[in-house]
Nanobody, 126 residues
Framework: QVHLVQSGGGSVQAGGSLTLSCVASNYNYRRTWMGWFRQTPGGEREGVAAIEDDGTITYADSVKGRFTLSKDNTKSTLLLQMNLLQPEDTAKYLC????????????????????WGQGTQVTVSP
């Protein structure tokens, strides 16, 4: 059973920073497709950033230049550093991992991911 356990998040004022962490267990971590998604109440689950097996990272246009995804293989940890946060970044953030290979054009598509973290709330005030 794959487990993704998230930490981080919280509340911050606009312009501030937060870091999200996701620790994976029972997952073939060295050949992986993983990502961060976010969801607002009543909204769609939106891809934020994802990393392919070869290390290629894709960001949603809305977070480019502000968010940085990184993966620490030794600690089985996926990180999302979020800078210059804005109120529109307010959402529940979820870590995800794929069971099978994800096509490069679809790494931000939540349908390709089978395993999900518990989610963590990020709230950005004006």
């Amino acid at each position: 059973q794959v487990h993704l356990v998230q930490s981080g998040g919280g509340s911050v004022q606009a312009g501030g920073s937060l870091t999200l962490s996701c620790v994976a267990s029972n997952y073939n971590y060295r050949r992986t497709w993983m990502g961060w998604f976010r969801q607002t109440p009543g909204g769609e689950r939106e891809g934020v950033a994802a990393i392919e097996d070869d290390g290629t990272i894709t960001y949603a246009d809305s977070v480019k230049g502000r968010f940085t995804l990184s993966k620490d293989n030794t600690k089985s940890t996926l990180l999302l550093q979020m800078n210059l946060l804005q109120p529109e970044d307010t959402a529940k953030y979820l870590c995800a991992a794929a069971r099978y290979a994800v096509p490069s054009h679809a790494t931000l598509d939540h349908d390709y991911y089978s395993y999900w973290g518990q989610g963590t709330q990020v709230t950005v005030s004006p």
